[in-house]
């Protein structure tokens, strides 16, 4: 990110754009656009940048200028598409601090010089990297994090799960009015013709895309679990003489439990990670021997009766109330009154809530009829589980 000197060199830019702003020129407001994103892009964290450029895809709203932005979008999705697919930004972040010309990635990448330079210009222009020269290049924070493979994972998967529901959403909207997400399948089983955890089971490109990016996100953009509850303190509490036991539910990778022991290396526990075979099997090298992987489907009954914490994490938000209520009753059922329940999930506004917030609740509609959820809503899910469950504290 850059330093404060850098950042109200961008703020004096956009108040002389203004200044120079003149209503009777129609395109008088470029250069406070342009102005106002390059702060925008200074102070947004890479992670950040990368994850709200695949939430932006053409969404047809009524104002011409709109219409076009959000078109441009699409465009540009595509584009990042094909450059990592050409492998221009991995070329690019590999050489990280050279300039590197359209010819030396025609040549690194056997694709056309003139292509290159045409989506390149494209890829400068939005930030992914930096041009330096005629048709010559060189890798940004950007570039660097859009190459790593949670990043690749998460911008195909955003654009090819959901480019297809676009061109079906009418359809959809007209065949299934009024829409009740509890009686009609979700936009994606529409478009696609199976859910979208049957495409994940049968196509192992997209199931290593989903699994890299929920790791790159566990590890880049959530704070750990540790840090907000205080661990120490409640198994202090505890009367038993056997270690804890902490079992982390569709934990995927493990990275949540190989946070806590970094935290912890000290303290004696078992750490039992959850998940389906097939993404234990993907988990990209060996896992402290703390963590112990054990192959779990959520649906069915839970396997470990009266540890002292359940751990769910971005489970939840991936089903509705109905699914929901399933998963949250096999784990209550296996509670002891001193097991507590961790869900790590958004809680939206109940008013004014934030675009990329308000985006994800809307991807998980389209994908798979779930949802993120108003603290009313998690009250009134809980209370529907069996046994009930109540909020001790968010």
Known sequence: MADKAHLEHLAESIQQAVVSYDPSNPSSWMPIQDAMEKLRRATEPPAIFVMKQRFHVHVPFL?????????????????????????????????????????????????????????????????????????????????????????????????????????????????????????????????????VWETLTKNPVWKKGFDDSMTARNKTLSIPWHVKFPVQERLAERQLTTPPVIVDIGGSQGVDLERFVQHFPDLECELILQDLPETLERIPGPLDSKVKPIAYDFFKEQKVHGADIYYLKSVLHDWDDVSSQKILSNTAKTMKPHSRLLINEIVLADTNEALIRTDMDMLMLLLCNGMERTKTQWTELLAKVEPPLKIVEV
């Open 63 to 195: 104002r011409d200028w709109e219409i076009t932005n959000r078109s441009t979008k699409t465009v540009q999705n595509i584009c990042l598409v094909a450059a990592l697919e050409m492998g221009l930004l991995q070329t690019l972040a590999a050489r990280k601090g050279e300039n590197v010309t359209a010819s030396d990635l025609a040549q690194a990448s056997g694709y056309d010089e003139v292509l290159i330079a045409r989506i390149m210009r494209l890829m400068t222009a939005i930030g992914f990297a930096d041009e330096t020269g005629y048709q010559t290049y060189t890798a940004n924070p950007v570039t660097i994090c859009q190459s790593e493979p949670g990043s690749i994972g998460g911008m195909i998967l955003s654009n090819e799960m959901t480019y297809p529901l676009a061109s079906k959403i009418r359809e959809y909207l007209r065949q299934n009015k009024p829409c009740d997400m509890t009686q009609t399948p979700p936009p994606y089983d529409f478009a696609m013709g199976e859910t």
